[in-house]
């Protein structure tokens, strides 16, 4: 029985260990989908990882990115803003007519300037100012004309506002003439729009008169007239060759308006033509022309000077000290006194005559030899004892001139400020009194005693301003262009009250004479009834000095500004 059991059990234990083979397919199917199941699990598992990685990668991008971007714009918000200057190119300067310069004096523009001149009618203006860079600056050692040349301490100095030459943001005697020491200096000086235009067209006159080697020939410039109807020939009251002088004349105010012979501008060529005629000219003792006298001489000396001061090279030194010593070598000297060698000295040294040293001490030549000697002190150059013995002769002058009580006039030990003066138009050495017909030259003693170092309140200086201001302020055109010049140089120093009343009358009066017409007149003056003892020389001559005069702004500092 037991084993009939054992035997009943068998197939049961058979059939569990062995199935059949309809069980085995199904058995394989099964296993397959659970691998497939597990297949699919692991890559879900292996996506979600991929997706897990990716997203954290992503994030860390993003959050990257935004740093980023966040301190930029901190950055952004504590970095300064930078103006980004655009420069644009140099205007094309056209040759052509400027034939409505109508008079500008009512404009509203700001200028910096630390005192405004209250003169009718000019309050600020805005002019257009050349600014270049001078290449000879950082390498010249006398750039723009030595701070020590002021007017009051003539053999130098450090008040760098005692006088001529402290202008222009401390560069030197001629600082003011250009960029913006020149704006402020027409502002305070009572300059216009119109004055500037009228100085703009001269020039443009002077450069289609000039000749082929470079000169300006009083007799024969209009034969270098271009456009339209030309100009008519003009005279020569002089004994010798003036072409030197009106060459040096035209030069100037070139040099005066801030253009030299070698900074580049529209004259640039211009003035160097004219600076290298006058070098060329140069005589063996070391004269500018042939035959030249002592006041001609002395104007294109002058040129030399300011060319040198103004642009410095060492052969235009060379001739321009040359000239100089000539200057030194002609001085007169006093009665009974020993020539000094080389002008070394001021020990008996007087003023100048056109020809000489003699005892004839010319006003009108003196003037000239004065200004020319601090230009040439402003150059650096070698000047000798020529100013002080120019200050000896000042003295004795003036002295001689108002020694004894003459009508309304005072001998000149009483002579207060609010008196009137005079000065000679020429005095002999050892002369005590002067006859009544050289009595004229109140400018050019003014002048002097301006460059020689007279201050304001000085009885000399006022009293010749109160002469100027009562008996010679130009009441229309044509008038003495030669008084005119010396006068608007002397008064501007003087300032005050006296500078308003005359550049009222004389800016406005040029400004509205100068020719406007469309030929080679334009931007010149008539000539007639304008020279001094009738001596008329041409349009060039009354076109420079009018010219000049209204350069007076910018041309040298004012002397007593500070003072008064």
């Keep these: 029985m037991a084993k009939q059991d054992e035997q009943d059990q068998e197939p049961v234990d058979d059939q569990q260990q062995v199935p059949a083979e309809g069980a085995e397919e199904n058995l394989e199917e099964q296993q397959l989908a659970e691998e497939s199941a597990d297949l699919q699990e692991e890559e879900r598992r292996g996506r979600l990882i991929g997706w897990g990685i990716s997203a954290s990668v992503h994030a860390l991008a993003i959050i990257g990115l935004t740093f980023i971007v966040t301190a930029t714009k901190q950055v952004e918000k504590e970095t300064p803003p930078v103006r980004v200057a655009t420069i644009d190119p140099p205007p094309v300067v056209e040759e052509k007519k400027q034939l409505e310069r109508a008079l500008e004096t009512n404009v509203e523009v700001n200028v910096e300037a630390e005192q405004v001149n209250d003169a009718k009618n000019v309050t600020n203006l805005d002019v257009p100012v050349e600014t270049v860079q001078r290449e000879t600056d950082v390498e010249s050692p006398v750039p723009k004309g030595r701070e020590e040349a002021v007017g009051d301490s003539e053999m130098g100095g ?102 030299d012979h070698k900074t580049p501008s529209r004259y640039r060529d211009t003035v160097k033509k004219g600076v290298a005629y006058l070098m060329a000219s140069q005589q063996a003792d070391g004269g500018l022309g042939k035959g030249v006298r002592n006041y001609d001489h002395a104007v294109a000396t002058m040129a030399l000077a300011e060319a040198y001061a103004m642009a410095p090279e060492n052969d235009l030194r060379g001739k321009a000290q040359k000239a100089v010593d000539l200057m030194l070598a002609r001085q007169n000297q006093e009665k009974g006194d020993a020539k000094k060698e080389g002008g070394s000295s001021s020990s008996g040294k007087l003023g100048w005559d056109y020809v000489g040293p003699n005892q004839r001490n010319d006003g009108s030549v003196t003037g000239w030899n004065v200004m020319a000697l601090k230009s040439a002190l402003a150059a650096g150059l070698n000047i000798g004892g020529g100013m002080d013995g120019a200050k000896v002769y000042l003295e004795k002058a003036w002295k001689a001139t108002n020694d004894k009580v003459d009508g309304k006039y005072k001998a000149w030990k ?58 010679q302020v130009p009441k229309g055109y044509p008038t003495n262009t030669y008084y005119m010049y010396y006068n608007t140089l002397a008064i501007f120093q003087v300032g005050g009250d006296k500078w308003n009343k005359w550049n009222n009358s004389v800016r406005d009066m040029l400004v509205a004479a100068q020719k406007k017409t469309q030929d080679c007149f334009d931007g010149s003056w008539d000539w007639e009834n304008t020279g001094f003892h009738g001596h008329e020389t041409g349009r060039v001559l009354s076109t420079a000095y009018n010219c000049l005069c209204l350069e007076v702004y910018y041309r040298y500092a004012q002397v007593h500004k500070d003072k008064k």
């Design 414 to 471: 009483d002579i207060t400020p609010y008196d009137e003066s005079r000065f000679p138009y020429n005095w002999k050495t050892g002369e005590e009194t002067i006859t009544d017909g050289h009595k004229n030259l109140a400018c050019v003693g003014l002048v002097c005693g301006v460059f020689l170092g007279k201050t304001a309140g000085d009885p000399m200086i006022e009293s010749l301003a109160n002469y100027v201001m009562n008996n």
């Design 158 to 259: 450090s008040g760098a506002f005692m006088a001529i030459g402290a202008g222009g943001g401390g560069s030197g005697m001629f600082g003011s003439r250009s960029g913006g020491g020149k704006k402020r200096a027409i502002g305070r000086g009572g300059g216009s729009k119109g004055s500037e235009s009228a100085v703009e067209a001269a020039l443009r006159w002077f450069k289609r008169h000039q000749s082929p080697d470079g000169s300006w020939n009083a007799q024969d410039y209009w034969k270098n007239c271009s456009e339209g109807a030309k100009c008519e020939p003009g005279k020569n009251h002089s004994a010798g060759d003036t072409t030197a002088a009106m060459t040096g004349y035209a030069v100037l105010c070139f040099l005066g308006a801030g253009f």
